[in-house]
């Protein structure tokens, strides 16, 4: 599809892309509380960015609850681009080390693991 509107060839490596997202999965559900942690310095850093664009206090303060939950969507976006680079460069040193099928497969392995890891993590904070 990309290459039809395109006049030069994109070569597009579909494995890779897949392999690359399954281990931000993981590595996201894995690492939940950094995730977590990631998305509220984002939210942080946005808001801070974002006060600076304001001389009036008065006007500051009419428009902050919108832009508060604003920033906080763009923080879980941006949040998830950390763990993208993370799942590209475990697929990558996979496929050097193992080959390209064994780090979609370990990708898929880690992707449920790190899943039912999460839901049990989950289920014990809602349990104390």
């Known amino acids: 599809m990309v290459?039809?509107?395109?006049?030069?060839p994109l070569p597009i490596d579909t494995a890779a892309i897949a392999g690359a997202t399954l281990w931000a999965l993981a590595l996201y559900l894995g690492f939940s509380p950094l995730a977590?942690?990631?998305?509220?310095?984002?939210?942080?850093?946005?808001?801070?960015?974002?006060?600076s664009l304001y001389t009036s206090e008065k006007e500051f303060e009419r428009t902050?609850?919108?832009?508060?939950?604003?920033?906080?969507?763009?923080?879980?976006l941006m949040s998830v681009v950390p763990f993208l680079v993370g799942g590209g460069l475990t697929y990558v040193?996979?496929?050097?080390?193992?080959?390209?099928?064994?780090?979609?497969?370990t990708g898929m392995i880690a992707a449920i693991g790190c899943g039912v890891y999460e839901l049990g993590r989950r289920t014990g904070q809602a349990s104390e």
């Not at 902050?64 to 879980?76: G, H, K, M, T, V």
């Open 3 to 8: 290459n039809q509107l395109l006049p030069f």
């Open 36 to 51: 977590d942690w990631v998305t509220v310095q984002f939210n942080r850093w946005l808001n801070f960015a974002e006060r």
């Open 64 to 76: 902050r609850r919108a832009r508060e939950n604003q920033n906080a969507f763009l923080a879980s």
């Open 93 to 105: 040193l996979l496929e050097v080390s193992l080959g390209g099928s064994w780090a979609i497969s």
